[in-house]
T-cell receptor
Framework: DARVTQTPRDKVTEMGQEVTMRCQPI?????VFWYRQTMMQGLELLAY????????DSGMPKDRFSAEMPDATLATLKIQPSEPRDSAVYFC?????????????FGPGTRLTVL | DAKTTQPNSMESNEEEPVHLPCNHS???????IHWYRQLPSQGPEYVIH???SNVNNRMASLAIAEDRKSSTLILHRATLRDAAVYYC????????????FGKGTHLIIQP
């Protein structure tokens, strides 16, 4: 049963520290999305890639967030420096990037707490 | 993006049908209507989608109004496992872009 995996599942860190979250998309999926969920804002799209190229990162705070896909099996989301307002659950999702088959498969999320 | 309106919460009894409404009066002619749900402590999962015709799959049915300004997700026999937040999401042209989630409907299932 193919699934999106995310590591770590939980991360507690102190303000100012660097945080790296990792995502392994489903094999064969060419589109990877990063979302963030908070109680106040709900689920928000941060960025997404297609065939490893960034297509849209307009939802991401540019000064401290960066997203990359070093290869087709790994996507990373980095926050440097982290702030308490970054505390949220970060979800990665992958899909086929095809308008007829565009179901997105979500990972279990990384719960980030910045103290 | 088309704006959606869903009830904040709904309650139903186990093994009864559930009809979850969504208004999307500003939808454009090429927007597909997607439904996702999020079970507690999990990531969202795809439920169903459609354009004009009613659709069925193993999870649910989707009834789309003739004028496409509203749709209804139907769970034929709700189980406790169906307790989740349900999101109705119009997607331009079907598209393979990021999803814009609203607040969704929190579905509570009573045993």
């Amino acid at each position: 049963d193919a699934r999106v995996t995310q590591t770590p599942r939980d991360k507690v860190t102190e303000m100012g520290q660097e945080v790296t979250m990792r995502c392994q998309p489903i094999l064969g999926h060419n589109t990877v999305f990063w979302y963030r969920q908070t109680m106040m804002q709900g689920l928000e799209l941060l960025a997404y890639f297609r065939n490893r190229a960034p297509l849209d990162d307009s939802g991401m705070p540019k000064d401290r967030f960066s997203a990359e896909m070093p290869d087709a099996t790994l996507a990373t989301l980095k926050i440097q420096p982290s702030e308490p307002r970054d505390s949220a659950v970060y979800f990665c999702a992958s899909g086929l990037g095809n308008r007829d088959y565009n179901e997105q498969f979500f990972g279990p999320g990384t719960r980030l707490t910045v103290l | 993006d088309a704006k959606t309106t869903q009830p904040n919460s709904m309650e139903s009894n186990e093994e009864e049908p559930v009809h979850l409404p969504c208004n999307h009066s500003t939808i454009s002619g090429t927007d597909y209507i997607h439904w996702y749900r999020q079970l507690p402590s999990q990531g969202p999962e795809y439920v169903i989608h459609g354009l004009t015709s009613n659709v069925n799959n193993r999870m649910a049915s989707l009834a789309i109004a003739e004028d496409r300004k509203s749709s209804t997700l139907i769970l034929h026999r709700a189980t406790l496992r169906d307790a989740a937040v349900y999101y109705c999401i119009p997607i331009p042209g079907g598209g393979a872009d990021g999803l814009t989630f609203g607040k969704g409907t929190h579905l509570i299932i009573q045993p």
